[in-house]
Each structure stands twice: as C-alpha cells, then as structure tokens.
C-alpha cells in the first residue's frame, strides 16, 4: 500500500509540476506578443492581452490629461507624466473626452506614444506562477539597471481562464530605466518627454502643456 501511495504522490506531483511548467510557457509567450505588439504598433492585439488594471490605469491617465493641474501631473512617474503630456498634445480635449479606453490604448500603442527604445530593452527572466496570478523577473538589456533588494516584477493575471499582462508592470519597469537612461544622456526627465513628445509629432511642445485647464 505505501508503495501505491507513493507511486500516486509521485504522479500528481509530476503532474502539477508539468502544468507549471505549462503556464510559465504561457505566460511567457504572452509577454513576447505584447512586446511585439508594442514594437510593431498593434494596437489592436495589445489591447486584447492587457487586463482589466491597464483599463483603470487608462482610466486615471485620461482623467489627469483631461483635467489634471500642473502639481498633480508633475508628481506623477516618467510614463504617466510621458502619456499625459503626449494625449494633451495630440488630442483635442473633445476627441479625448469622447474616447472609450479600449480605443485610447489602441491609439496610443498604434502612435508610438511609448518609446520603442525602451520597449526593445526589456525583457523577462524567471517566472513564478500562484493560481490565477504570475509573476516573471524584469529584466533590462542595454542599460544598467538601478540597484534595488528585489527585481522589479512584470505582472500577469488570469481572467476568466486567459492569462492577460498587467501592462502597469511594465511601466514600473520603463520607470525604471529612465534615471540611468537620463543620467546617461545628461539630460532631464521632463526634457526628455518634451524631446520625446515633439519627435513623435514633429511640434514643439509648450510649457503651458502641464497647466493647462481641461474640462471633463
């Protein structure tokens, strides 16, 4: 009897460990389609692979970039600060105000508003699975990454049975790259959105573009 028992714990541990290794296979593969659905502008692919936090995570930027004053959006990260400035430049207030966050993802990946330079030098090592969560270490080619205790982490959630990327993870992890990334250009943060910002739509950007007033 042992030796069954024994025989059926090795299985089922087998088992679970070949669907681990499963789903880190998965999820992997879903964090190489959203990199090059980014790098090729595929709006419409990235938007199907994020999860539901990348819609809130929308949600708020589009309500900073409509109505935000100048101290809140100036202490917001390099990506929301990067992604306010861009929609406020970009967009009229009326068009942005009338856009669902579906199609304001897919605008957004699809005009290059997060730099390919950055996307291209990220990548995944590690991946720990937890139910209907991931997670996979951050991994930063090219740049040296800050020195921190724990790897920044990219994000993954299980919803309704389908693995989605917690695209808020990734912004942490461009977030990341930018104080090594201006330090080595010598240049500031808020110089290099505004650098960023009028290479993508070849106008200068105005400094009134922080404080300026939005209706909701």
Avoid: C
């Amino acid at each position: 009897m042992a030796r069954v028992l024994l025989a059926i714990g090795l299985l089922v541990s087998g088992s679970a460990l070949a669907q681990d290794a499963a789903v880190e296979e998965e999820v992997r593969r879903l964090f190489d389609r959203y990199k090059v659905a980014l790098l090729q502008g595929d709006g419409e692919l990235a938007s199907d692979l994020v999860d539901a936090d990348t819609m809130k995570f929308f949600d708020d930027i589009k309500h900073l970039a409509l109505a935000g004053d100048e101290e809140s959006v100036k202490k917001r990260p390099f990506v929301d600060r990067l992604l306010i400035v861009t929609m406020r430049h970009e967009l009229d207030s009326a068009d942005l105000q009338q856009m669902g966050l579906q199609g304001l993802l897919q605008h957004a990946v699809e005009a290059g508003w997060i730099g390919k330079q950055s996307i291209a030098q990220l990548d995944i090592g590690e991946i720990e699975v937890s139910g209907d969560e991931a997670t996979g270490v951050a991994i930063t080619t090219g740049l040296q990454a800050p020195e921190t205790e724990e790897s920044p982490l990219y994000r993954f959630v299980r919803e309704e049975g389908v693995w989605k990327f917690r695209f808020h993870s990734l912004v942490q992890g461009i977030n990341n790259l930018i104080g090594p990334f201006t330090a080595q250009m010598g240049t500031d943060e808020d110089d290099l959105i505004f650098l960023l910002v009028e290479q993508l739509s070849g106008r200068k950007v105005l400094p009134d573009v922080w404080s300026r007033e939005r209706a909701v």
